[in-house]
């Protein structure tokens, strides 16, 4: 069977920026748009257009600018949500609304004051007023980790009747554990008469750290859509993060899926959101950190220096990285201080090296980490011990 393509949503501009602090202006959410469609992602949550007419304005010049992505906008499932996000759309080449209501006993009761039976009426009449706007229409059905999947079944099927050509099954509170979300996905794979004509798609916060996991339980399971962010931006501990299941895909080719996301493009993507956003990027973090191709301890830097593939399982190149680092701490080695004295220009013998792995070792221990300056020092003091002996 050949593989099969994973759409990739980013919420970077919607779930992404509601991120304390990381509020985006038009201007720049039309550049981080731009930047993402270049990126290669299917479709690009512009904003929530009812939330303030700053958004609804984003949403607007978005659609208009935007040439292949889906341009999405969220709602609640409620009309003048709906209209307004349909007024933001109007004049995108591919609109989607992103419409839903909570569907776990929590939601309805505590949220809502109602009955799952009258969830299920105003889920189907918003994907319905949904459908008088766009073709396109994708349901939510909020906090689906909770929600049990008999019911859960029943609110994706009465939406896909209703016209949802996508439904979203968001584990809003990152609460799932990947066998769960993967058999709550595979449950409605099986369970849900209609599920034919609609998309499942799947939504993962990282409360427990745990989005990245679950995504891929989810596609594993039939979802065919993954929500997510660039550098896992989100509510609380974050949505999925764009660059690691885009990664998990094109480095487990067994998996059987592909995705259009030009690999590139992740580590510039990433700097531009965290910069635009001003949210540092963890250094550990996969793929995108300031560490994800560093090697500091002296076994690893052996390894590496011999055959990279030692230590690394993916090429820096690949992902737009600025390439492996070997840094010196005095957790380092001799063959790490040999290669980093030839990259600054010294021929040193090994027994040069030896000797002067002592003193690097003695510098090493005050400092955090040993720098170029620190190297020449050590050099020039060594060459002129060599000198007058
Ligand atoms: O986490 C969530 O449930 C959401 C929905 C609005 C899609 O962000
Ligand atoms: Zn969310």
């Not at 949505?239 to 080719?253: A, D, G």
């Not at 001003?278 to 994800?292: F, Y």
């Not at 492996?324 to 790490?336: D, E, M, Y």
Request: charged share 25%; with cysteine.
């Amino acid at each position: 069977m050949s593989d099969q393509k994973i759409f990739i949503f980013d919420t970077t501009l919607r779930d992404g920026e509601q991120v304390p602090g990381c509020k985006l202006n038009t201007k720049e959410k039309i550049e981080l748009a731009l930047r993402l469609e270049e990126l290669g992602v299917d479709i690009i949550e512009a904003g929530f257009p009812i939330s303030s007419p700053g958004d609804f304005q984003s949403v607007e010049e978005i659609s208009k600018i935007i040439k292949n992505a889906t341009v999405c906008g969220l709602s609640r499932a409620v009309q003048k949500d709906i209209e307004t996000a349909a007024a933001a759309l109007k004049l995108a080449k591919r609109p989607r609304i992103h419409t839903g209501i909570g569907t776990s006993d929590s939601h309805i009761k505590s949220k809502f004051n109602s009955t799952r039976e009258e969830i299920l009426v105003r889920a189907a009449q918003a994907v319905k007023w949904a459908k008088n706007f766009v073709d396109d229409v994708e349901f939510y059905a909020e906090d689906a980790g909770r929600t049990e999947n008999e019911y859960l079944a029943r609110v994706v099927e009465t939406v896909i009747a209703a016209g949802a050509t996508v439904v979203n099954i968001p584990d809003t509170t990152g609460y799932c554990l990947p066998d769960q979300y993967g058999e709550k996905i595979a449950y409605l794979m099986n369970n849900v008469p209609n599920i034919d004509k609609a998309i499942l798609s799947v939504h993962c916060h990282n409360d427990l750290g745990l989005a990245t996991a679950n995504s891929i339980a989810g596609v594993r399971a039939g979802a065919r859509q993954i929500e997510c962010t660039i550098n896992g931006l989100g509510e609380r501990a974050g949505n999925t993060s764009l660059e690691e299941v885009v990664m998990v895909i094109r480095q487990h080719k067994s998996l059987g899926f592909y995705t259009g996301v030009n690999t590139k493009e992740l580590n510039p993507m990433s700097q531009l959101v965290s910069d635009t956003m001003r949210m540092p990027v963890q250094p550990n973090k996969a793929i995108v950190g300031a560490n994800a191709f560093s090697h500091s301890s002296g076994i690893h830097q052996d390894g590496f220096l011999k055959d990279a593939s030692t230590y690394e399982i993916i090429n820096p190149e690949e992902v737009g990285a600025a390439g492996s680092r070997i840094v010196l701490t005095a957790r380092s080695g001799r063959s790490a201080l040999a290669f980093r004295f030839h990259k600054l220009g010294y021929s040193f013998t090994r027994n040069d090296v030896d000797t002067l792995y002592e003193r690097f070792l003695q510098v090493a221990d005050t400092r955090k980490e040993v720098m170029d300056e620190d190297l020449h020092g050590l050099a020039k003091a060594y060459q002129a011990s060599a000198v007058t002996a």
